[in-house]
């Protein structure tokens, strides 16, 4: 089974070649260990990167080798980071867009007071969002945790971890991901 490696490097491959290009002098077993792979399969890894071009080997002595980027190791590096953290962004711009659309969305049936909870990105992207809105007479609160005194009849909460509750709330999580992203 032939595999196109110019263009279909795996992730397995790619946290290889980002491994030998952020330690100085790996060796097989300090990789595995770091990426959580076995010693085999890194092995196997780095013989089909070496075939295919992205890494050489040189020899430091007769018990030392060292794994190095080619310049289209590097180059493969440098597409793949920069292809993630483009799909990151325009990932967390979807997200922003549909969660401020459902803010509205309750602002404009009458709610005016809201609660996000949670500690994590979610969270505060949600919160920065209720910064930059400024809706007249909006107020929201954020609690790490839910707690159920928080909970009333005029608080929309915005939960932003898989736990379930109830009440007026939206789990933001299974809200985007019903969204489709």
Partial sequence: MGMNMNRDISEKE?????????????DQRTIAKKLGISLGLTNLIIKRLVKTGYVKIRQLNQRKIQYLLTPKGF?????KSYNYTLKTINRLTLW????????????????????IIGENELADLTEI?????????VKYSRELQYR?????????VFNTSEGKMNGNTIN???YLSKEGT
């Avoid at 922003?96 to 609660?115: P, T």
């Fill in 75 to 79: 180059a493969e590096k440098a597409e």
């Fill in 148 to 156: 159920k005194s928080a909970e009333n009849g005029s608080v929309l």
């Fill in 172 to 174: 933001l999580i299974s």
């Fill in 96 to 115: 922003r867009g549909r969660i401020q659309k459902l803010i509205i969305e309750k602002y404009d049936s009458g709610m005016r007071d809201f609660l």
């Fill in 129 to 137: 969002i209720f910064n930059k809105l400024s809706l007249p007479d």
């Fill in 14 to 26: 790619f946290a290889v070649i980002s491994e030998i290009s952020n330690n100085h002098l790996p």
